[in-house]
C-alpha cells in the first residue's frame, strides 16, 4: 500500500513539472492586442528619475509614478486624435469643394429643372444667340468682336451672361453700352466701351475654378468675380457682382455654352 501511494505521488509531481514547462512561444502567441509598451513608459520613467541616488532608487524600486505615466499616456492619445482629425478634415474638404466643371454644372440642373433652362440639343452657343430675340442687341455686340469671340471659344465651355434689349434700354440711365465708361470722341472710342461692356459679361475659365453644391464663384472677361448661385426649391438661378443679386430670366443651354438672360446689366454708367 505505501509503495502505491508513493507511486501515485510520483507521478502527481511529474504531471506538475511538465504543467509548469509550457514553451514560451505558446504564451507570444496569446500576447494580447493594444497593451500598453510598458518598456517605452519605464525608460520614460527612468529619464525622469536620472539624478536620484541610490537611496531614492531603493526606496522606489516596484512603485510606479502614476501621475507621470498617465502624462505619457495622454500625450500619445493626443498625437492620434490630431491625425485622425487631419485625416478626417481632409477627406471632408475634399468632399465639399471639387474642381469646377461649367458643363456638368449645368447640365446637372437640367435633369431638375422644370421651367428655367431651355435646351438646344447638338447646337453651338453662337446658334443659340441668334434664337433668342430678347437678347439681339448684345448678340449683336458679341458677334462684331471678333477677337472676343475667339477668345469666348477656347474655353471648353462657354457661359455668357447676356443683358436683355429691355435692360439695355431702361437699366443705363438713358445711356447706351458704346457711351460709357468713357466719353466718346470718336468711332474707335464708341468701339472700345462695347468691348468692354461685352468682357464684363463673359465668364472666362482660368486656375483652380471650384463648385461648393450649388453655388460657383467665376472670373469675367474684365477680370471681375461673380457668383452663379441655383435655388433648387424654386428652380432658379441668381448672379451676384459686387453685393448686388440679379435674377436670371432664363437659362439656354447648348452643347459647347450656355447663355444666362438678365433683364440687368452687370456693369452701369458712374453718375
Not at 429691355?166 to 453700352?177: D, E, Q
Request: charged fraction near 30%; glycine fraction near 4%.
Amino acid at each position: 500500500m505505501m509503495l502505491t501511494n508513493l507511486l501515485a505521488l510520483s507521478a502527481s509531481v511529474i504531471t506538475l513539472a511538465e504543467c509548469t514547462q509550457q514553451p514560451d512561444n505558446d504564451i507570444q502567441k496569446r500576447e494580447p492586442k493594444n497593451v500598453a509598451n510598458l518598456d517605452y513608459l519605464f525608460q520614460q520613467y527612468e529619464q525622469d528619475h536620472k539624478g536620484e541616488d541610490s537611496e531614492e532608487k531603493v526606496k522606489r524600486k516596484n512603485v510606479a509614478d502614476l501621475s507621470n505615466l498617465e502624462h505619457i499616456l495622454e500625450d500619445e492619445q493626443e498625437s492620434v486624435e490630431k491625425d485622425s482629425k487631419i485625416k478626417r478634415d481632409g477627406i471632408q474638404g475634399k468632399q465639399a469643394r471639387r474642381v469646377f466643371d461649367p458643363k456638368s454644372f449645368f447640365h446637372a440642373k437640367i435633369k431638375r429643372s422644370q421651367k428655367v433652362i431651355k435646351t438646344y440639343e447638338s447646337s453651338s452657343v453662337n446658334n443659340v444667340l441668334t434664337q433668342v430675340r430678347d437678347v439681339s442687341v448684345f448678340a449683336g455686340y458679341l458677334r462684331d468682336s471678333e477677337k472676343i469671340l475667339k477668345q469666348l471659344h477656347k474655353n471648353r465651355f462657354a457661359v455668357i451672361i447676356a443683358p436683355s434689349d429691355h435692360a439695355l434700354s431702361s437699366k443705363l440711365g438713358g445711356r447706351k453700352p458704346w457711351e460709357f465708361p468713357r466719353d466718346p470722341n470718336d468711332e474707335n472710342d464708341a468701339a472700345a466701351n462695347i468691348q468692354d461692356f461685352v468682357k464684363a459679361h463673359l465668364v472666362k475659365f482660368e486656375g483652380e475654378l471650384s463648385e461648393i453644391q450649388d453655388e460657383v464663384a467665376l472670373l469675367l472677361f474684365d477680370g471681375q468675380t461673380i457668383v452663379i448661385r441655383h435655388d433648387a426649391a424654386t428652380d432658379s438661378f441668381r448672379v451676384e457682382k459686387g453685393d448686388s443679386w440679379t435674377d436670371v430670366v432664363a437659362v439656354y443651354y447648348a452643347d459647347d455654352g450656355a447663355v444666362l438672360v438678365i433683364d440687368d446689366s452687370l456693369v452701369k454708367p458712374q453718375n
